[in-house]
């Protein structure tokens, strides 16, 4: 908790504040922005967690940061540590990262590499699926080792990006999206890549105004000069702000893309909740670099054509996503508290590529390091006007801000049917 989350801490108990919320979700004007609460008081940023991250499928990282047997990550869900584990048979496992004996966490670093999983309090031993192998003879007759396995998080993995679902019983819909993604990232064999560079971020601004401000490029313009060397300030081949040119420019690259066999139709799922599109960037741009050149001298998988433009890969609550030709960048939005939100990004390249010979680092993350710092500030300077008494929830374009409208009316709608 921070100091303004301190400031807003209400007399009101956690289940009033649920009523509220939900009172104001009810009758919140359409394609308005949120009332202040819901966007720094505390309560209702613990049932944020409760009724979105705690049941939800949410984005947690990608196959190819744990390469083989016993590489593990860990992630925070709001109270909840996780491990992410690759077993001996080559599947992927989320566990509760929390010891059957008194519950200590097991792994304590961000990430590594285990034979098994040993706890450090005890020395309680779990194998690589979760199963209890040693507690110690001192534990008595009775004691039964098969009921102390870890306890499992639903994941589920498609075209390299891992989910998990905390709910006891995870949302049943999801699979048509994954098999989708499936088929879309088929060409980036992203089994075969590697995390080049990561960045952690702390935004001191509520998770939903990270989301919001991703959800539309109308702030582009004003606030994005690096990113808007190659990207263009739509995201749709239908958006009414494509010009003639641009629309000759996508019949031409979908062709070649057709051609290759690289999918590229604009994909919906539950709503706007899930969304794959190939969309083409600027005349002439290969990648998001800062002159829109090469990023990494290797292809990804089976790609030929280096102008793939960019597939964009929303999945709500938590992340965007940008695949092109010669590297990936995945965005992780995590939740602290009710204003303050980690976002995690990372470059992906071709496995076999080597730093210094086939790219640089530095040069990879430029653009998108200024893009995060520009957002980030953009993302606190909302968080601040609207803890103000001047705030009153203001209007959404329709035009330039049908994805934050998208992402408002799923948030609302999710919430209020999962707290039924
Ligand atoms: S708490 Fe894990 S071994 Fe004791
Ligand atoms: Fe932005």
């Known amino acids: 908790m921070n100091e303004f989350d301190l400031l807003n801490i209400t007399s009101n108990s956690y289940q009033e504040s649920c009523e509220q919320m939900r009172n104001e979700l009810e009758k919140r004007p359409e394609n308005q922005s949120l009332a202040q609460p819901l966007y ?28 083989t047997k016993g590489d593990y990550f860990t992630v925070e869900i709001g109270q909840n540590p996780v491990l992410i584990v690759r077993d001996g048979d080559g599947g992927i496992q989320a566990f509760h990262n929390v010891c059957r004996h008194r519950g200590s966490t097991i792994c304590t670093k961000h990430r590594g590499k285990v034979a098994n999983l040993v706890c450090p309090y005890h020395q309680w031993t779990y194998d690589l699926k979760g199963n209890l192998l040693y507690a110690g003879t001192e534990m008595g007759d009775s004691f039964e080792t098969s009921q102390h396995g870890l306890k499992k998080a639903h994941c589920k993995t498609a075209g390299g990006f891992i989910f998990i679902s905390l709910a006891k019983e995870a949302p049943d819909d999801f699979d ?37 401000n991703n959800r539309e490029c109308y702030h582009c313009a004003g606030s994005h000069p690096e990113l808007l060397n190659t990207l263009l300030e739509w995201d749709d081949t239908n958006d009414p702000r494509a010009t003639p040119e641009f629309l000759e420019q996508y019949e031409r690259q979908a062709a070649e893309w057709d051609a290759e066999g690289i ?11 899930n969304r794959i599109v190939r969309m083409p960037l600027k005349e002439g741009v290969e990648v998001m670099t800062l002159d829109g050149q090469q990023g990494c001298s290797k292809l990804l998988g089976r790609i ?8 964009r890969i929303l999945h709500l609550p938590n992340s ?19 204003q303050k939100t980690l976002v995690t ?7 076999d590529a080597v730093e210094g010979v086939d790219y ?21 300077q909302n968080q601040q006007g609207i803890n103000s008494l001047g705030y009153q929830p203001g209007p959404y374009s329709e035009t330039y801000e049908f994805g934050v409208i998208n992402f408002i009316n799923w948030y609302s709608e999710t919430v209020r049917k999962n707290m039924k």
């Open 40 to 67: 720094n008081d505390p309560n209702m940023f613990r049932a944020d967690l409760e009724q979105v991250f705690y049941k939800e499928w949410i984005f947690v990282g990608m196959t190819s940061e744990v390469p």
């Open 176 to 212: 048509a999206y994954l098999a989708t993604l499936e088929e879309y990232m088929e060409p980036y064999d992203m089994e075969n890549t590697k995390v080049a560079v990561e960045s952690n971020i702390v935004e001191q601004a509520n998770w939903k105004l990270v989301i919001e």
């Open 263 to 273: 999918p590229h139709q604009h994909q919906d799922f539950d709503g706007l909740r």
């Open 304 to 311: 030929k054509n280096r102008q793939l433009g960019s597939m």
């Open 320 to 338: 965007w996503n940008h695949m092109q030709s010669d590297h990936c960048i995945v965005f992780r939005v995590l939740p602290i508290s009710a």
């Open 345 to 351: 990004t990372k470059w992906l390249v071709h496995k």
């Open 360 to 380: 640089d680092p530095e040069r990879l993350r430029l653009v998108w390091d200024a893009t995060n710092d520009q957002d980030r500030i953009l993302a606190e």
